[in-house]
């Protein structure tokens, strides 16, 4: 059967007439075409080279689709941070091991869905009293997610675009001095202040200053410790060099270290070293 032409004929309603939409024939010998602005039921059948089909209806269907993302990020209990909320959820870039909580508000009611996760995996959305749908997944490595709804049919048809999802990893913090940031020559009755601040993109735990005079013992002083992570912290400590007992030619080294709240705690980053040089009050 080599027909040159064809047609897909339609009839968009009881009383109007069939007309005809033209077919393009592909090399494998298929005929192909598209009907647009498909809004209600149509009856339709195929004519080529006098032959026509069998006529078939076209049912029209409401099928729901996502209306409003709404996402709900729990961090893992190790960065202490609060959940938090995005009103209007799409793609997801979030800590390694972080519970997305999901709420799908559709356009009309649905019976269920799923979550379909990177091809393979699937987390299923229940129905709510309010219309809505809810799941949990976890988000362990980058990939893709998109929002399945039950439709009217018993079908489940997509419902959202993909969205994408990157997983962040925990970056240790970095520490530096504001205060005076240098190495400086003081005598041994001065005060000095010195001002540390650590920076974590998930919250700093600690901050601490380590000193020695003349390469002895290291003492630490807590400059900061708090139940509440902090992304930036500032702190500071003065340095009382007479109840020190430094004498000129004394040195005093000291540096900073931070840990944060994930877990990269293990290994605290530090600053710089810098030192307090004793000089004598006069020198000829």
Sequence with gaps: ????????MIK????????????????????TGMIFDVAAPMEYFVEADSVVSPTFTLKVIDVPYVQRLELEYHFPAYTGLEPQKIEDG???????GTEVHVRVIPTMKSGGGRIALNEKDSAALTPQSDGSLTAVFRADRDGFY?????????TRAAASPQYTIDVLADQPP???FNKPGRDTSVSSIEEVYVEAQAQDDFGVRNLDLVYSVNGGPEKTVRLFGGRNRLP????????Y????GVQPGDAVSYYAKATDSGETQADPA??????LRIRPFRQN
């Design 1 to 8: 059967f080599n027909a040159e032409d064809a047609s897909l």
């Design 12 to 31: 968009r309603n009881e009383t109007g007439a069939f007309e005809a939409v033209p077919l393009v024939r592909g090399e494998d010998g298929t005929y």
């Design 90 to 96: 799409g793609d997801i870039a979030v800590l390694k």
């Design 146 to 154: 998109k929002v399945e709804l039950d439709t009217p049919t018993g």
């Design 174 to 176: 970095t520490v530096t």
């Design 232 to 239: 930036e912290v500032s702190a500071g400590h003065t340095f």
């Design 241 to 244: 060099l007479e109840e020190l």
């Design 270 to 275: 530090t600053s710089d070293i810098y030192f």
